[in-house]
């Protein structure tokens, strides 16, 4: 099984990125467990924008997925998005995905994994 990440750990993989804090904001179960919703995270989806995208092509050997999605290193992940307010939510030092946005990709989801966390979700929204 793979070795998942804590919060702390997270962190750390976030911190060691060479990416500019503005040009890339955390997608998915990283953006949970920054927030606290959820324990752990098998590894770290980000969005990029197109200046983030050559700062990682620069400082990484990207390999393209047939999907859009880049292979930074065995870790992290990424896609190129644009940058809009309402995709995105800070969260102390960090750019989140909005947590509207990650619930409605999770209602449209068929993953098992996906359907598991809308009650997460749905009580991180009415608690905040």
Request: charged content about 35%; aromatic content about 10%; proline content about 1%.
């Amino acid at each position: 099984m793979e070795k998942r990440m804590n919060k702390e750990e997270l962190i750390e993989l976030i911190e060691s990125l060479k990416l500019d804090k503005n040009e890339y904001w955390i997608l998915s179960s990283g953006a949970l467990v920054i927030r606290g919703i959820y324990a752990d995270a098998g590894d770290l989806d980000i969005a990029v924008t197109k200046k983030g995208l050559q700062e990682l092509k620069n400082n990484y050997n990207l390999k393209e997925k047939s999907n859009g999605w880049y292979i930074v290193n065995d870790k992290i992940e990424c896609v190129l998005e644009t940058k809009e307010q309402w995709k995105i939510e800070k969260y102390g030092n960090y750019n989140l995905q909005s947590i509207e946005m990650y619930y409605d990709f999770l209602k449209n989801s068929n993953r098992e994994k996906d359907k598991a966390r809308i009650p997460l979700v749905e009580e991180y929204m009415r608690n905040r």
